[in-house]
Structures are given as structure tokens and as C-alpha cells.
């Protein structure tokens, strides 16, 4: 009987991944599938970790379904009534599976659990929530002004995650980053997995909401952990928040569950707030220019103008459309 089922779905990240699958396999879980659903068109660099990996159930996905359409796809697949879904970016410390399985087993109104995140070595990372997306995070996020603020107050601060001092503590969470997921085939079933509509980004969020809502709890363990492995190409070039396809997701998360008027009062503090950010950047760029310092704001202003950009284009039609 096949006691755990690993689902990675990855694009394009085939050298991350061998990391990932290595740490698996390093955890020592008896009678263990990992399947692999690969979202990549061109999926030619299969090859070379199926040879260093036979042992994987490995799945083409000809349509790229994004991170919840291909774990969903891998749950067709999975024999098991214990499902760990995984990020192909990070690997996982000794005993982490063990740890979390062992919890997830004694503990039977647990849908999901999750574990320490770290960046690197000794770096721990907030990954659950105290709370859902909410219109302080769009505050938080794209008003630069307001977050500098909090930021020379507060460094602690953030609108959603628990403190790093309570991260030491088993939390019952809203959420959990959905690079490590451990989920109870059971709880999965009874709310019908990742809703689809989600193709990038809040498809944990979203997940781990229906889940609680259904009566479902969802916990932190501060054990084991995973580590960032190296970041996919997609990922080099910018910012988590300032692309589309995440801000897409935010704006679809508030109109599913809190509706279109509060997606709407989103929307204005986003637009507000970025062309807010947008000249206190160039402000910041020209001042730190006149005396010689080097700047961050240089690399974030046309990241920010990206965004206000974004909301006056493509966010309109998210927002008011049917």
C-alpha cells in the first residue's frame, strides 16, 4: 500500500529538480510514489532526470494547466490517502516528511500541514498567515511611501504572516506558502483540489481557505524544513509582486470571496498607491544620485511603473468584467 504520494509539477526547472527529487528519496519514507507532472511544452530535458531517477512516475502535461491545474492532474495519478505537493525550487531537510507525516496521521481534523521555509542556510522565512489577502496588503505591498514607513518602524511588520518569534511554535494557520504542502487526500476530495482559475500565484491561498471554511484545519510545524535550491528563470528579472500574473490572482482571490465592490476598493488603493510610489521613487533616485549613493529605487522605479500600469490597463478589465 502506497503510503505517501510526492507531487512536483515543474516548467522548464530540470537541473532544480534533481535537488528536489534527491532530498526526497534522502528522507527515507517506505512505500513512496513521486510523480512528476511536467507543464513544459518542449519537454526535452526530461531525459536526463528520469535516467538519475527511474524510479519517478513521470507525466507529460500537454496543456500547461499552471502550479493547482498540474497538481491536480498528478492527483488523478496518486495512490495515496497522504498527498505532499512540492515546488521544484527547494529541497527538503532530513526528517521533514517524516515529521509532518507523522503529525498529519495523529491528528485526523488536519487537512494540511506545513513546515519551516528557508531561503538559505540559517534563514528562516515567514510561511504561515494570520490572516487572508486583505486591502492592507495591497497598501503594504504597492504604496512604497506607507511601506518605508512601517518598514523603519516595524521591521517585524507584515499584514498577513505571523512574526518569525512565533514561527518557533506550531501555528494554527489561514494559510500556508505553497512550496510545501502536506494534505490529506480526504480534505482535497471534499473541497474538489486547486480551483483551476488560478494558474500562478493564491492557489494555496485559495486552497487552504475552501479547506478551513470546510472544517478543515490547517498547520504550521516549525520542523525540518525546505530550502531554496535556486530560483527559476521566470523568477531572475523582477519582484514577486510587481507581475502580472500575480497581481491577476490577488484580484481574482478578492473577487471570488469577498466580491467585485471590495475587489473594487482594492483596485483604487493599488492604482492610488502605485502612482503614488512612482514619483517618491524618482525623488529617492535623484536625491541618493546628487550625493553619490547607490539606490535600490533605480531597479524598482520602472518595476513600479509596470504596476501602475498594469492597474490602469489589464486591472480595469479584471475588476469590472463579468
Not at 512565533?166 to 482535497?188: D, P, V
Not at 470571496?257 to 525623488?283: D, E, K, N, Q
Request: charge should be positive.
Amino acid at each position: 500500500m502506497i503510503k505517501l504520494s510526492v507531487i512536483i509539477v515543474l516548467y522548464e526547472e530540470y537541473e532544480l529538480v534533481e535537488k528536489t527529487l534527491s532530498s526526497i528519496y534522502q528522507n527515507e519514507i517506505a512505500n513512496m510514489e513521486v510523480i512528476l507532472v511536467d507543464n513544459t511544452p518542449n519537454n526535452k530535458g526530461h531525459k536526463a532526470v528520469l535516467k538519475k531517477f527511474p524510479k519517478i512516475k513521470y507525466f507529460h502535461n500537454s496543456v500547461n494547466s499552471g502550479f493547482g491545474g498540474g497538481v491536480n492532474f498528478g492527483l488523478n495519478k496518486a495512490k495515496s490517502k497522504n498527498i505532499l505537493m512540492l515546488t521544484p525550487d527547494m529541497y527538503l531537510l532530513p526528517q521533514t516528511i517524516l515529521q509532518t507525516l507523522s503529525y498529519l496521521e495523529k491528528h485526523q481534523r488536519v487537512g494540511l500541514v506545513g513546515s519551516k521555509l528557508i531561503a538559505s542556510p540559517g534563514d528562516q522565512e515567514r510561511s504561515a498567515n494570520s490572516s487572508y489577502p486583505n486591502l492592507s496588503t495591497i497598501l503594504y505591498y504597492y504604496n512604497m511611501p506607507f511601506y518605508k514607513l512601517i518598514d523603519r518602524f516595524n521591521k517585524n511588520y507584515h499584514p498577513n504572516y505571523f512574526s518569525l518569534k512565533k514561527h518557533q511554535h506550531i501555528l494554527e494557520t489561514k494559510w500556508i506558502n505553497g512550496q510545501y504542502m502536506l494534505a490529506r487526500r480526504k480534505a482535497l476530495d471534499d473541497i474538489g483540489g486547486f480551483d483551476e482559475r488560478f494558474f500562478l500565484y493564491f492557489e494555496d491561498v485559495d486552497l487552504c481557505k475552501r479547506m478551513v471554511e470546510s472544517g478543515w484545519k490547517v498547520v504550521y510545524l516549525p520542523v525540518g524544513g525546505i530550502v531554496q535550491n535556486g530560483i527559476t528563470k521566470w523568477k531572475k528579472t523582477t519582484i514577486t509582486q510587481a507581475t502580472s500574473p500575480y497581481m491577476e490572482s490577488l484580484y481574482k482571490f478578492y473577487i471570488k470571496h469577498y466580491g467585485r465592490v471590495y475587489a473594487f476598493a482594492a483596485w483604487l488603493i493599488g492604482t492610488t498607491s502605485s502612482l503614488i510610489s512612482v514619483p517618491y521613487l524618482v525623488f529617492v533616485v535623484f536625491i541618493k544620485k546628487i550625493f553619490g549613493v547607490k539606490s535600490q529605487s533605480k531597479i524598482l522605479l520602472p518595476l513600479w511603473i509596470d504596476i501602475a500600469r498594469w492597474h490602469l490597463t489589464k486591472g480595469v478589465k479584471e475588476v469590472i468584467k463579468s
